[in-house]
């Protein structure tokens, strides 16, 4: 593992977009996997201006998402096809129909999930994979459990995922509490993965996750076993 600890948040959106856009650069048609939440905002703005002054290109890149709230479509504007829209795709010469995020309005989820998987493979895998982190030590969102599930699937959000999430929300009830996921066979097949994170309150869970134990009740830490994993962390 390669953890790297910066000072500020810049910092550590520089240093994740680079590393991504070098994986563009290196093989630009890659398939980068991607992720919501606050975290990885400041890169994406780096990766869309890195485009826009023209140094990379995303017109052979295909782009698969974690995850998707259960019951929104992408209309809505806390779904996670609208986050990534606005906050990275209609930023940068990607193809639209070459990026995916789970649909969340599927009337047959478990087909919506075995399709998910299906595609992370008729892609040949995913070459960098993206990731937030959770207070709570999810990835995606694969919640603690007593096990880690492997294959893309639903979930029941944890209370303090959905406290953490309603921030973006009206009030707490409009919170989903169901998601679709990728599994962790999904995330650790990945060939690269990076793991961003920063404010003093992750600092807690970034030492549990790769200082401690690995186990599913601390779902990031299986990310321990994965053979070429970055983490940047920052206090700030
Ligand atoms: C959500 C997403 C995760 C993300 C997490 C942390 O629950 N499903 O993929 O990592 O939030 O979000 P933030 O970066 O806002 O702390």
Known sequence: ???IKVNTYDELSCKAAALICSQVVMKPDCVLGLATGSSPLGAYAK???KCKDGEVDFSRVKSINLDEYVGL???HDQSYRYF???NLFKHINIDINNTHVPNGCATDVD???KAYDALIESVGGIDLQLLGIGLDGHIGFNEPDSYFEKTTHKVELDPSTIDANARFFASRDDVPTTAITMGMGGIM???KV???ANGKGKKDIVEKAFFGPITP???ASILQLHPDLTVIYSEN
Do not use: R, T, W, Y
């Open 217 to 219: 009740a601390v779902p």
């Open 111 to 113: 087909a919506e999930c």
């Open 1 to 3: 593992m390669n953890f």
């Open 73 to 75: 479509d992408g209309q």
């Open 194 to 196: 990076l793991l961003i």
């Open 84 to 86: 990534m829209n606005n």
């Open 47 to 49: 990766m869309a201006q």
């Open 189 to 191: 097949s990945a060939k």
